[in-house]
Structure formats: C-alpha cells, structure tokens
T-cell receptor, first 111, second 109 residues
Framework: EPEVTQTPSHQVTQMGQEVILRCVPI?????FYWYRQILGQKVEFLVS????????KSEIFDDQFSVERPDGSNFTLKIRSTKLEDSAMYFCARRTNEKLFFGSGTQLSVL | LAKTTQPISMDSYEGQEVNITCSHN???????ITWYQQFPSQGPRFIIQ???TKVTNEVASLFIPADRKSSTLSLPRVSLSDTAVYYC??????????FGKGTKLSVKP
C-alpha cells in the first residue's frame, strides 16, 4: 500500500521558533498519527487524529504542539516554540485496518 | 493497552532462519498482532499482521499460539539487508499503536 508523503525532509530552526511539519496523504484517509524518534531511541507516539479531530495524545504532546488538517488534505504538526530537545525525526503515518503506513519522516534540528 | 516484551538484540548469519519472539500476556480479544521493521533514518515498515494461528507472506511468517500471549516472527534465510530493528505491536481498533524498544537484529556475513 502507498505511504504518506512528508515535507520537508529536513528542517533546521532556531530555538524558540515555530515549525510546521506536513504530511500529505496519497488518498483521502481519515486516520493519522504523528510519532517522533530521537536519535538512538525508540519511536514515540505523539498524537492520533481521526476525522479532523484529535483522538488520543501522549504526555509529550503538550501545549507547544498542535495538529490540524487546514485544507482537508494536508495534515500538519506545529511546534510553537521549539526547544533543543525537540530535535528528532518526526514521522507521520496513516492507519488502515490496524496497520500503520509511515512517511519517510522529517528530520528536525533545533539549534 | 497490551504491553509487549521482546529481546533487545539478536545476532545471526546470512542464510539462517531467525525467530524473534514477543510476549504480550495482556492481549485483549480484539487486538491484532503486528510486526514492523525499521532501518536507520527511515520510518517503520509494516511486515506482517495476524490474529491467531499462522500467517505467511512473501517476507515472513508469524506464529501465534492458541492463547495468543506471545507471537514469533520468523524470517527465512536472512541476508545482510535484514539488519534492522523489529517491533512487535498489539492493539485493537480503539487504541493507539505504541512502539516498544524493539529487537535489534544484526546479520553477519
């Protein structure tokens, strides 16, 4: 099955700046997830998004994070004021029949 | 949310069969068992999914005993390119898909 497309592939930002990571579904799927993976660590769940609403979120997903689907197509993760510890690979995934299909990720580097 | 336990790492040689076992004692009736593979700097990739008994596809086999409290991913005749981290997840339609630490498989020539 086709995966999702993520942009950008790399993002470098200064601490305190806002970043927006984008996920573009191949087709009109309703169920999406965001995960992050700090270098050398496990894949961490951030948030799930179903039918344009947050379904579940983890403790990591605090007030600095938000998700939305502004145009009914692209699915975005926003970090309002980045911190050094936000540096990680961020993965978007769509869920179909209890299976996840991941994008290639966005490598976020906060300086 | 069913917790899974896997070996942290495994070593193998090219051409061997590799079996990775995952324990999930608290699996719920509606939960499926899914395995993912992850290469460095890439997102996890779906390998195989099952509910009970045995499932086989072009990549691997998944063995699930009757009590479903564990599952074994079997990779036939591994090659160097199978070196990766393998994750076992259990979850039903209502829950989130939480990754554990996975099993780091190293295949040597």
């Amino acid at each position: 099955e086709p995966e999702v497309t993520q942009t950008p592939s790399h993002q470098v930002t200064q601490m305190g700046q806002e970043v927006i990571l984008r996920c573009v579904p191949i087709s009109n799927h309703l169920y999406f997830y965001w995960y992050r993976q700090i270098l050398g660590q496990k894949v961490e769940f951030l948030v799930s998004f179903y039918n344009n609403e947050i379904s579940e979120k983890s403790e990591i997903f605090d007030d600095q994070f938000s998700v939305e689907r502004p145009d009914g197509s692209n699915f975005t993760l926003k970090i309002r004021s980045t911190k050094l510890e936000d540096s990680a690979m961020y993965f978007c995934a769509r869920r179909t029949n209890e299976k996840l299909f991941f994008g290639s990720g966005t490598q976020l580097s906060v300086l | 949310l069913a917790k899974t336990t896997q070996p942290i790492s495994m070593d193998s040689y090219e051409g061997q069969e590799v079996n990775i076992t995952c324990s999930h004692n608290n699996i719920a009736t509606n939960d499926y068992i899914t395995w993912y593979q992850q290469f460095p700097s890439q997102g996890p990739r779906f390998i195989i999914q099952g509910y009970k008994t045995k499932v086989t596809n072009e990549v691997a086999s998944l063995f699930i005993p009757a009590d479903r409290k564990s599952s074994t991913l079997s990779l036939p005749r591994v090659s160097l390119s199978d070196t990766a981290v393998y994750y076992c997840l259990v979850e039903g339609s209502q829950g989130n898909l939480i990754f554990g630490k996975g099993t780091k498989l190293s295949v040597k020539p």
